[in-house]
């Protein structure tokens, strides 16, 4: 059968860009991806340490100040991506990431000038979409430009920038939330500025050259492509033959339905499933684990310690992630990074000591830190250029129920069953997603479209 000529030049502009083994843009684009993920984990953390105070100012219940404050946010998490993203996949990536970033600032300046609950659910609802979307394009777009060789190691670099935001946001949230009665106002305006930078910046980043070519603006694409080669010459290294790549150009249906046709829905499944029960857990510990601890003969002050000093695990983790992230298979990565989960998850539930509970959000931090990108990047590459950001959405999207359904299970756990098994089981649950990851395809060091081919 006679190939047509539009996805033959489609699939050898493609091939060119696989033979790149080198991010072949300037670093302070990748700067400029981590500033918007800096933000987006800045934002992830900074709601459950605020929570304390703005629960006394509002005179909340705890199920009400959850509920608004993080099932909220959840649910427009959930909109927000898998909108915005099926978006992206019609329309590209850049745009829809800068609008992303202008959501999140509108939401967090929103948080900040809250005036009762009502207000709040509302911004955190809209601080939400544009969180999950963000986290969807960032992990979407770099895989789309980055070399298969070097894909792992350069969206891990980029989140260790972001990782940051998870890092130094308890230390701000320490100097600000006991110490000023608009301390947590303060938390939530430092954010939308930060947002509001990196979606300027954003853009000026060029489209995903992988996306032009799907949907036919091929010079666009070339151009794209001849730039890198030319920026990759320039610094003296020489790029190998194009490999043969073969593209499947149809695009017709609306991108979500291609999930639901063969492999994909498999894949969907076991991602969506996958992302529920770390999510489970790992929401229910940022959101909760402060207040609960607190609520254990432990300030408030001394709890947020707890987690700033823990949290150094975040880039730590992130570190260790980057020299080993293309030399293992993700899913192998995965499990290893749930197993050391659990034991932070363990340790904190034995409540022995400051040091020891300080210890536990130390290895939480670090299997956070080992864990978010790498499982980012997994999703993102089994899912084909034409649905890469819906696939993502829904995977993603669906398994925020996970943490949903985990912020507000974690207090009745432990009123129920106890500290120890509450905070035992939401150890279990990241290790549950560590296992049903190593049912998922190779990807590491793979093309993108023979992963998700």
Partial sequence: MRKDPKTDRAAKILSRLDRIPVWAFPASFLAIIGLGYFFTFFDITNIGLAMPAIAAQFGLTGSESLFIALAVGLIGYIIGSYLIGSIADRRGRIKMMALTMALTAIGSFGDALAGGVFTLALWRFITGMGVGASLNLVSTYLGELSPPGRRGRI??????????????????????????????????????SVAAIAGCL???????????????????????VGSMEKFTAGKGIRLPRPQKTEMDASRGRFP???????????????????????????????????TIISSHGITIANSILFFAVGAV????????????????ERKHMIFVSSAIWLCGMLLIASLANDY?????????????GLYLQIAYTYTAESYPTRARSSGFALSDGLGHLGGAIGAL???????????GAGFAAIGITGLVAGTIALSG??????ALEKVSG
């Fill in 155 to 192: 969206a891990v670099l980029t989140f260790l920038i972001g990782i940051m935001g998870q890092a130094v946001t308890p230390f701000v949230a320490f100097a600000l939330v006991p110490n000023f009665l608009i301390g947590w106002r303060i938390l939530f305006a430092i954010g939308g």
């Fill in 202 to 224: 954003m853009l000026i980043l060029p489209e995903s050259p992988r996306w032009l070519a799907l949907h036919g603006r091929l010079d666009e694409a070339e151009n794209i």
């Fill in 256 to 290: 979500t339905a291609y999930l639901f046709h063969r492999k994909y829905a498999k894949r969907l499944a076991l991602f969506a499933s996958m992302w529920f029960f770390w999510y489970f857990g790992n929401y229910a510990f940022l959101g909760d684990a402060a």
């Fill in 313 to 328: 695990g975040y880039p730590v983790g992130a570190v260790v992630m980057l020299s080993i992230v293309d030399r293992f």
């Fill in 356 to 368: 020891v509970i300080m210890f536990g959000t130390f290895l939480a931090s670090f299997a956070l």
């Fill in 409 to 419: 299970a974690l207090p009745i756990m432990v009123s129920t069953l106890g500290f």
């Fill in 441 to 446: 395809p190779r990807s590491s060091g793979l």
